[in-house]
C-alpha cells in the first residue's frame, strides 16, 4: 500500500497556510493587535475574566495531556511512535469533526463517504450540507453482533474511486457494539484511496482506543468527544486524533478561535488526574447500572430477552415484541407524555425493527424508568 495524504485532501486545503496572528508570536504587553474591546466585557459579573481576549488558537495543553492520557491506556503493539499533541486537531463537538473531514477530504457535487447503517445519523447530514454522496453497507445485523464486513466495505469501496472517507462508530449507536479492532486494521492495511473515520465517542465506556494507531496507519482518523464519558456536552469539544500531516491540514482548516476560553478552561479541568479517576469509576458505575437494567427490562413481557446489538457504551437498545414498531411507538410517546422519562426510538434502523435506545442513568432515574416502562406497557397491552 502507497497511502499519500496529498491524492486524498482537496488540493485547495491541502495547500493552505494556516491563519496567523500577531499573538502567535507576542502574546503580552499593550495588546492592540486584535481590534478587542479595551474595556472588558459589559456585565460586571464578567469584569476581570479575560474574555474580552481571543482565546488560544493552539491548545498544546491541553493536546498534551489529552495524547498522554490516551498512549497510556494504549495497549496496542507495533506503533512507531505515541500520540503527541501534534496528532491532535480540536473542534466544537465532534459534530464539526465530521464536518471538517468531510470538507477537507471529499469535492461537492461529485465524491462520497460510506457509512455502514445503523450508525449516527450525522455523517450524513453532514454529506448532504457538504452536497457530498452517501454509499451504504450495513453492519452484520443477522447475527446480533452489529460488527463490520471487512470484505464487503472493501469490495465497495475499492470499486468506487469516488468514496473519500469510510465512517466507522465503534461503539456503535445506536448499536452499542464496539468493532473488533482487527476487522478495522483489514480495512486500514487495504484500503488506500481515502481515510477510514472511527467515531469513538463512547470509548470510555469499553476501552481500547485505536487513537494511538494513528501513528501506525496515516489513513486513519479517530473521532472523540468530551460529550460523553466526560460529562461535558455543553462546552462542546470534540477531539480528532490523525497522522501528523493530517493534523496540520485540520488544523490549517478549523477557524482560529473555533475553542472558547471557557471551553478549554473546562476542558482542561476535565483532563487532570482526579478528574480522569472519576471519569473512569462513574464509567464502571454506568457498567453496573446496565447491567441491572438489562436484568429488570428483559425480564418484562413483551421486552425481548436479548437486548440487540452490544453492551459497550452508555446505553441498551431493547426489542419490544419481536419487533413491534406499533408498539414500541407507543411506549416511547406514552413514557415521554405521561411519565415524563424521555428514551430514543430507534424502530427504522436497520435490524432494529422495534426497538427503543435507553441511556443509563443515575440509578435513581434507572429506578423511575424501569417502573415506568412496566406500568405503561401493561396499559398498553391489556387489551
Ligand atoms: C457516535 C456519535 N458521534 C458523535 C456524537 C456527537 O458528539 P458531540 O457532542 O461531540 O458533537 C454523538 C452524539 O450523540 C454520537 O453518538
Given amino acids: ?22 499573538r502567535d508570536d507576542f ?16 456585565h460586571s459579573d464578567l469584569k476581570g475574566s479575560g474574555l474580552n481576549r481571543y482565546p488560544d488558537p493552539h491548545q498544546i495543553e491541553f493536546k498534551s495531556a489529552m495524547a498522554e492520557f490516551r498512549n497510556a491506556e494504549s495497549k496496542h503493539e507495533g506503533i512507531p511512535s505515541k500520540l503527541t499533541a501534534e496528532n491532535l486537531c480540536l473542534a466544537v463537538g465532534s459534530d464539526e469533526s465530521i464536518d471538517a473531514v468531510i470538507r477537507a477530504c471529499c469535492v461537492p457535487g461529485k465524491e ?35 460488527q463490520v464486513d471487512p470484505d464487503a466495505v472493501l469490495q465497495i469501496a475499492k470499486n468506487d474511486p469516488l468514496i473519500k472517507l469510510i465512517f466507522i462508530t465503534s461503539p456503535g449507536n445506536p448499536t452499542g457494539a464496539k468493532i473488533e479492532t482487527p ?17 469513538e465517542a463512547y470509548i470510555d465506556f469499553c476501552g481500547g482506543s485505536t487513537a494511538p494507531l494513528v501513528n501506525k496507519y496515516p489513513n486513519l482518523c479517530v473521532l472523540q468527544t468530551l460529550s460523553k464519558s466526560f460529562g461535558l456536552a455543553g462546552i462542546r469539544m470534540g477531539i480528532t486524533y490523525s497522522c501528523k500531516e ?11 478561535y473555533n475553542i472558547s476560553s471557557l471551553t478549554s478552561q473546562y476542558a482542561l479541568k ?12 462513574l464509567a464502571e458505575v454506568n457498567r453496573k447500572e446496565r447491567a441491572r437494567l438489562i436484568k429488570e427490562l428483559t425480564a418484562l413481557e413483551y421486552v425481548n430477552k436479548e437486548p440487540v446489538g452490544g453492551l459497550d457504551a452508555n446505553f441498551i437498545l431493547l426489542r419490544i415484541n419481536d419487533g413491534d414498531n406499533d408498539l414500541a411507538k407507543k411506549l416511547y410517546y406514552k413514557l415521554a407524555t405521561e411519565s415524563g422519562v ?29 417502573k415506568e416502562l412496566s406500568k405503561v406497557l401493561k396499559e398498553l397491552t391489556s387489551n
Fill in 342 to 370: 424521555v428514551v430514543r426510538f430507534r424502530g427504522n434502523e436497520v435490524g432494529c425493527a422495534g426497538c427503543l435506545r435507553i441511556t443509563v442513568g443515575t440509578p435513581q432515574e434507572n429506578d423511575t424508568l424501569v
Fill in 183 to 199: 476487522r478495522i486494521e483489514k480495512i486500514l492495511q487495504n484500503w488506500d484511496q481515502g481515510l477510514v473515520v472511527v467515531d
Fill in 270 to 281: 476535565a483532563i487532570h488526574q482526579d478528574s480522569l479517576k472519576v471519569m473512569l469509576h
Fill in 112 to 146: 462520497k463517504i460510506m457509512v455502514l447503517p445503523p450508525t449516527y445519523s450525522m455523517y450524513s447530514v453532514c454529506a448532504d450540507i457538504n452536497d457530498v454522496g452517501v454509499i451504504k453497507c450495513p453492519l452484520i445485523a443477522d447475527d446480533n453482533s452489529f
Fill in 27 to 42: 502574546k503580552e504587553g499593550v495588546l492592540l493587535d486584535a481590534n478587542e474591546n479595551p474595556h472588558g466585557p459589559t
Fill in 1 to 22: 500500500m502507497t497511502f499519500d495524504l496529498q491524492k486524498i485532501v482537496r488540493p485547495k486545503i491541502y495547500n493552505l497556510e494556516p491563519y496567523r496572528c500577531a
Fill in 246 to 256: 493530517m493534523a496540520r491540514v485540520l488544523n490549517a482548516m478549523k477557524a482560529p
